[in-house]
């Protein structure tokens, strides 16, 4: 009796089971942990997310000189939230990021809020000397981090 019970089962999730449909896309192609080795290849590590640091950095300095001040935390959030996207890529630069996203950012944050072209001054230098810290921390001393000099954005209050 249990076999006529358990045969008609079987059968039917046998006959309800599709085969898996192989996707490649225009370049992404392979098996699914070579495709997944391509995608990660192409987010890349660390040097990706300094790319966009590098330019909210630039343009924080802008607005804070501009006292833009919503646009200021704007990009101190998506700093953050850069370097934690970064982290997922690259989790052995935690150490060095640690410092970077429960010190020095809340402190740049802060300033902003203050909305005092002095105080965010005062610590705009802070996280230049901070920039520059974290890159002798990873053996990158001759990333030095300056102040910019020329705007290259349009965004302006």
Not at 57 to 69: H, S
Not at 74 to 102: C, V
């Amino acid at each position: 009796m249990k076999i006529l019970i358990i045969v008609p089962v079987l059968l039917f999730f046998a006959c309800t089971q599709q085969p898996q449909e192989k996707i490649d896309g225009e370049w992404i192609k392979g098996t699914k942990q070579e495709k997944i080795h391509t995608i990660e290849k192409q987010f890349r590590g660390f040097d990706n997310t300094m790319v966009e640091i590098g330019y909210r950095y630039q343009e924080l300095y802008w607005a804070g000189k501009d006292e833009n001040w919503d646009y200021a935390t704007y990009q101190i959030e998506k700093m953050k939230l850069t370097i934690e996207n970064g982290l997922e890529r690259r989790p052995k630069r935690a150490k060095s990021a640690d410092h970077f996203l429960k010190s020095v950012l809340p402190e740049m944050l802060k300033s902003v809020q203050q909305r005092d072209t002095v105080i965010f001054n005062e610590n705009f230098d802070m996280l230049t000397a901070n920039c520059i810290n974290c890159h002798s921390m990873e053996k990158v001393p001759y990333f030095t981090v300056k102040k910019p000099i020329y705007r290259q954005s349009p965004i302006r209050k």
